[in-house]
């Protein structure tokens, strides 16, 4: 009454032979180790079969289930409506996944169902299934844009629920690898591509659950990879076990990497409890830096943890350098944490006495106002990174050529609409693209006529 098994599968629907119609043939080697997989489910017998996919219900921070009795889909969408599915859902389970993260005060549950037909995320891996195992009801949750931490968290909500409800469970992780493989590939080639697929591939293979957190937003993005978060979701159902895993095939030749792996609980392990472990060191990596950085970083932190604890204003502390208290100047604070954004906000000219009270400001304000993001919580304070941008004065350009992602800022007008991007960031590596998400920021459409304007920062860790 457990997890049996988890198996890494993609979901191409060329798969299926009603939709490939003959294209299918180029991964042969990819349905033979499907059909594996399929033979193994039908070995094993379980009672529900958990299916994660990335083309479920999605929420930036909420993880979806699944709700209702019941599901139906088809392959109409990829022109074979005759291949239909009327799958039973395991009610009593999704209920206690949802309990269970309602206990932790975790983001998980059954709301907000937008579509209740299946997507072909879930569809390709119950179509080899199905063929060889009739029996079992499902669960079908999505993923979301929370840190992969989260992902591993939920996995180990969901693994708690199954050994409430004393079920059978198999878990099918449903994710295709890289789209950027091959320049003649749908998606057309990316270096980040082919190296995901080596290091997924090696980390999946070995069940070295550990070295999943270290794919970080800005490398995934760029290999567009779509499963991650499943197989996250997968590790973190098999935490503090020993875990027996198995390489099926891999396959790259339509510019779209497919993986197949196998993964089978061995017995408890306390080494393998890998939240607590990257945690851990999380922590100490980011007090290290917090220590190492400057008085700007410095100052920006206390007024984050004051205002996150306490709804405190800090006041403008004694010590300072004179740069920050005699100056003034409009300044960014962001706020980060494991590699993804969690708050970021500023003022493009100074709207403070001093440089020092404008840090803190943005720095409350980053915490708790940015509204794309939820405000911090004190938990989350020991895993943050912060940094500090002083801008200099802005300067009119009459033309992208006269920007430099590296050293410039932009900022793009039109009208009362205004974009401001910073310089030097992580997956900006060209004007255009810079242009155009300052653009989008501002709410300034693709064929809108802007003015632009560059500025230079000093940037703080």
Not at 329 to 336: D, E, L, N, P, R
Not at 378 to 394: A, C, H, R, Y
């Amino acid at each position: 009454m457990a997890i049996l098994a988890a198996f890494m599968v993609p979901h191409p629907p060329l798969i299926v032979p009603a939709v490939g119609k003959g294209g299918e043939k180029d991964i042969l080697e990819t349905t033979r180790a499907y059909e594996q997989v399929a033979k193994e489910v039908e070995k094993l017998k379980p009672e529900t079969i958990i299916v994660t996919s990335p083309h479920a219900v999605m929420y930036g921070d909420y993880f979806h289930i699944s709700p209702g009795a019941h599901a139906d889909g088809s392959f109409a969408d990829f022109r074979a409506p005759e291949i239909k599915f009327s799958e039973d859902y395991d009610t009593e389970l999704t209920e206690c996944i949802s309990a269970v993260a309602k206990e932790r005060d975790f983001p998980a549950g059954s709301l907000g169902e937008r579509n209740s037909k299946l997507d072909h995320g879930t569809m390709v891996p119950l179509w080899f299934i199905r063929n060889q195992y009739k029996e079992g009801k499902i669960v079908r949750t999505g993923l979301s844009g929370l840190p992969l931490t989260d992902h591993y968290l939920f996995g180990e909500i969901i693994a708690e629920a199954v050994k409430k409800t004393g079920r059978n469970v198999v878990l099918i992780a449903s994710g295709d690898l890289s789209h950027k493989l091959q320049s003649y590939g749908p998606y057309g080639f990316a270096k980040e591509g082919p190296e995901y697929d080596r290091r997924i591939m090696e980390v999946c293979g070995n069940a070295e659950f550990e070295k999943l957190f270290d794919f970080d937003e800005t490398f995934r993005e760029k290999a567009a990879e779509c499963g991650h978060g499943s197989f996250v979701i997968m590790a973190g159902v098999f935490d503090g076990l020993k875990v027996k895993s198995s390489k099926l095939s891999h396959q790259d030749v339509t510019g779209v990497g497919y993986g197949i792996c196998t993964f089978y609980p061995e017995g408890p392990n306390e080494g393998r409890h890998f939240l607590q472990n990257y945690e851990r060191r999380l922590e100490e990596e980011c007090a290290n830096k917090a220590d190492s950085g400057d008085e700007y970083v410095k100052l920006a932190r206390s007024a984050v943890e004051a205002w996150v604890c306490g709804r405190h204003r800090i006041p403008v502390p004694e010590g300072l350098p004179e740069d920050m208290l005699e100056r003034s100047a409009g300044t960014f604070v962001s706020i980060h944490k494991q590699g993804s954004l969690r708050g970021c906000i500023g003022t493009i000219t100074a709207t403070k006495k001093n440089i020092a009270e404008e840090i803190i400001n943005n720095a409350m304000s980053a915490s708790t106002r940015d509204p794309r993001f939820n405000p911090i919580e004190p938990k989350e304070l020991k895993f943050l990174e912060i940094s500090v941008d002083v801008l200099g004065p802005t300067q009119d350009i009459d033309s992208p050529t006269e920007l430099d992602v590296k050293r410039y800022g932009v900022i793009v007008s039109h009208g009362h609409k205004r974009g401001l991007l910073l310089p030097n960031l992580e997956g900006v590596d060209t004007v255009e693209q810079q242009i155009d998400i300052a653009r989008r920021k501002g709410g300034i459409g693709e064929k809108e006529p802007c003015t632009l304007q560059r500025f230079e920062v000093i940037r703080h860790y």
